[in-house]
């Protein structure tokens, strides 16, 4: 069936680094993409959203691209802060609901 | 601005006995979404309100499982005759039309 899947469970990167979570789509129609981020304890929230009639888009040090080619996005953070230790989803509408992938934990080391 | 709220926050239950959760969702949202997350696991979509059409059950996992939606706002999850396996967080999301907006979670333990 369609799925969003991550490549990667768990990422671990230095403060101040940059940060590039991947995540793999199957389904070739998908023509919008959503990126949440899960901090402990806490809801999803929103981080930044892309339609497939885009290849890139930009947020404050966060940029999401799409390679349609190979059904590929990924979510890529400038100078990675403690704060951005969290669980990182992609998500994708289907049948009027959102399809989660798995989740990266992304953890930061000072 | 106001987020999506729900209620209560912890709820610790028996085993069999009947709990309701609350999802406040954002004003003039038309979708609500009921998520279940385990620990360390991703969502499990579970139910999804679309303003007057008939919701998509299709995540339920069995019929313990009810939901509904009171005049296209508020909504309460109900799990009948809990079980163990019930426990997790359970999240509301509700959407002006694709990206939704999650409530902070309502954390089920059933002993």
């Known amino acids: 069936g369609e799925s969003v899947g991550l490549h990667l469970p768990t990422l671990s990167v230095q403060e101040g680094d940059n940060s590039i979570i991947n995540c793999a789509y199957s389904n070739s129609a998908s023509d919008y993409f959503i990126w949440y981020k899960q901090e402990s304890g806490k809801g999803p929230q929103f981080i930044i959203d892309i339609r497939s009639n885009m290849d890139k888009r930009q947020g404050q040090r966060v940029t999401v691209l799409l390679n349609k080619t190979v059904k590929h996005l990924s979510l890529q953070i400038a100078a990675t802060q403690p704060g951005d230790s969290a669980v990182y989803f992609c998500?994708?509408?289907?049948?009027?609901?959102?399809?989660f992938g798995q989740g990266t934990e992304l953890s930061v080391k000072p | 601005g106001a987020g999506v709220s729900q209620s209560p926050s912890n709820k610790v239950t028996e085993k069999g006995k009947d709990v309701e959760l609350r999802c406040d969702p954002i004003s003039g949202h038309t979708a609500l979404y009921w998520y279940r997350q385990s620990l360390g696991q991703g969502l499990e979509f579970l139910i999804y309100?679309?303003?007057?059409?008939?919701?998509?059950k299709s995540g339920l996992p069995s019929d313990r499982f009810s939901a509904e939606r009171t005049g296209g706002s508020v909504s309460t999850l109900t799990i009948q005759r809990t079980q163990q396996e019930d426990s997790a967080v359970y999240l509301c999301?509700?959407?002006?039309?694709?990206?939704?907006?999650f409530g902070p979670g309502t954390r089920l333990t059933v002993l």
């Open positions: 999301a509700s959407s002006p039309s694709w990206a939704q907006y």
């Open positions: 998500a994708e509408p289907l049948g009027g609901k959102l399809i």
């Open positions: 309100f679309q303003g007057n059409s008939a919701p998509d």
